[in-house]
């Protein structure tokens, strides 16, 4: 044992030590350990959301299932006050590629360490951090993806790790309460799709309609309204009135020649974003073959070559495990297509009100995105075209002709697939 004054070197425990510690009675009252609801979670079933909607607490539900308790209870389940559904706030959450929910902004994962906000006016969800440094200390009052406007009032805390208690499963009302929906009314919402949904007009048609030979017809012809449904069915009846013609034609050996201006030239010219001088001078079959390509997926990239890919063909361990092929003992290696892509930057100077910029483009890595552009530049599309949207420190957005972002086209007049592939 030690001589010090304070030394707990000693051969004893004290009687604290025993009743606390060591022995002695201990309280028998069984406390529940503390646990926290996932953001991504609803908080009346505690299972994972697909449609989820908000209140002005920041509470998460799935919508299939507080709608029903609304109406049965007519309160909110996790303060126990008087809701209704009017308000319900829906919500968007955006995921990335992997499927996991992120920032849009900053394309930061969420996890249970992120704080999570929401702005009531869109239902856009964001992280506090992009919320704080591009609206709140620059004073820039629009949303950062829709550019509404909203106020200080409208942004919704969904997730604050500061605030662990907020969101403890058993102070929740309908825990301490034990309120829940009956088997029926779920088996009644999983059942029926027209559960507790006021349908009528067009909606109660659509409805009807599905499962009969009217809706797979409608189906078939690629749905929307019946003005376009009869365009489809015209475009497609031509293609097939051209392909039997084809048919007679190589069957008694006449030579191809170019078509007039048909239905086909013009669904190709609409499909290929071509003029109608291109369609017109474009072999029937030719066009046809496009179409046809289009419609299955399969269009070709049109600047090409043959390339050796690092993998076999797979005919050596196809015929071995396969009877229906013949014997390989040799592999060989695969050979695919791959587009050519330009070597060299392309450049632009681009005159404003404030003065020029200069601006580089990345032609080998998006080919299709800069030549789009620098086509547009030749036209003069984006003469007299202003900056609709400017955010301090962050971004300017521009070459909308309508001014809204919404507006516009391509020069093949259609949207074309991304050049960027995110892996």
């Not at 088997?183 to 559960?195: A, S």
């Not at 060299?344 to 580089?360: A, F, M, P, S, W």
């Given at each position: 044992m030690g001589k010090k004054q304070h030394s707990k070197d000693r051969m004893f425990i004290t009687k604290t030590e025993w009743a606390t510690e060591w022995g002695g009675?201990?309280?028998?009252?069984?406390?529940?350990?503390?646990?926290?609801?996932?953001?991504?979670?609803?908080?009346?079933?505690f299972t994972p959301f697909e449609?989820?909607?908000?209140?002005?607490?920041?509470?998460?539900?799935?919508?299939?299932?507080?709608?029903?308790y609304?109406?049965?209870?007519?309160?909110?389940?996790?303060?126990?006050?008087?809701?209704?559904?009017?308000?319900?706030?829906?919500?968007?959450?955006?995921?990335?590629?992997?499927?996991?929910?992120?920032?849009?902004?900053?394309?930061k994962?969420?996890?249970?360490?992120?704080?999570?906000?929401?702005?009531?006016?869109?239902?856009?969800?964001?992280?506090y951090e992009a919320v704080k440094e591009l609206n709140i200390k620059t004073k820039n009052w629009k949303e950062l993806l829709t550019d509404e406007e909203f106020t200080r009032e409208d942004l919704i805390t969904i997730q604050n790790p500061n605030d662990l208690e907020s969101k403890a499963l058993v102070e929740f009302d309908h825990v301490?309460?034990?309120?829940?929906?009956?088997?029926?009314?779920?088996?009644?919402?999983?059942?029926?799709?027209?559960?507790?949904?006021?349908?009528?007009?067009?909606?109660?048609?659509?409805?009807?309609?599905?499962?009969?030979?009217?809706?797979?017809?409608a189906a078939l012809l690629g749905g929307g309204g019946s003005k376009a449904q009869n365009e489809r069915a015209a475009a497609l009846?031509?293609?097939?009135?051209?392909?039997?013609?084809?048919?007679?034609?190589?069957?008694?050996?006449?030579?191809?020649?170019?078509?007039?201006?048909?239905?086909v030239d013009a669904a190709s010219a609409a499909v290929h974003g071509r003029n109608a001088a291109a369609a017109k001078a474009a072999p029937t079959d030719k066009t046809v073959a496009r179409i046809a390509m289009h419609m299955a997926g399969e269009r070709d990239l049109v600047n090409v070559k043959m390339v050796k890919s690092r993998y076999t063909t797979g005919a050596a361990s196809r015929s071995f495990t396969s009877t229906s092929y013949d014997p390989v003992t040799t592999n060989d290696y695969e050979y695919i297509k791959v587009e050519k892509k330009?070597?060299?930057?392309?450049?632009?100077?681009?005159?404003?009100?404030?003065?020029?910029?200069?601006?580089?483009?990345h032609c080998d890595i998006t080919p299709r995105t800069c030549e789009n552009f620098i086509t547009l530049c030749e036209r003069?599309?984006?003469?007299?075209?202003?900056?609709?949207?400017?955010?301090?420190?962050?971004?300017?957005?521009?070459?909308?002709?309508?001014?809204?972002?919404?507006?516009?086209?391509?020069?093949?007049?259609?949207?074309?697939?991304?050049?960027?592939?995110?892996?």
């Open positions: 009675a201990k309280s028998k009252e069984l406390h529940t350990p503390f646990k926290r609801l996932p953001f991504y979670c609803c908080a009346l079933t449609i989820p909607v908000c209140t002005k607490d920041g509470s998460v539900f799935e919508i299939m299932h507080i709608v029903p609304i109406r049965k209870f007519g309160k909110h389940p996790v303060t126990g006050n008087q809701l209704k559904q009017e308000d319900l706030i829906p919500l968007t959450f955006h995921k990335n590629s992997d499927g996991e929910f992120h920032c849009p902004v900053l394309n994962v969420f996890t249970e360490f992120t704080h999570i906000v929401a702005v009531r006016t869109t239902g856009n969800v964001f992280c301490k309460k034990g309120l829940k929906l009956d088997d029926e009314e779920l088996k009644k919402m999983e059942t029926d799709p027209t559960y507790n949904i006021n349908v009528h007009g067009d909606i109660k048609q659509m409805l009807a309609e599905l499962g009969t030979e009217k809706g797979k017809q009846s031509a293609l097939l009135e051209a392909r039997s013609r084809i048919k007679e034609k190589s069957a008694k050996g006449e030579a191809k020649t170019t078509h007039s201006y048909s239905v330009p070597k060299k930057k392309g450049y632009v100077q681009l005159h404003t009100t404030h003065g020029d910029l200069n601006i580089e483009l003069g599309y984006y003469n007299g075209v202003s900056f609709h949207r400017s955010i301090r420190n962050f971004m300017i957005q521009g070459g909308d002709p309508t001014g809204t972002g919404r507006g516009g086209e391509s020069i093949w007049g259609k949207p074309f697939k991304d050049d960027l592939q995110i892996i």
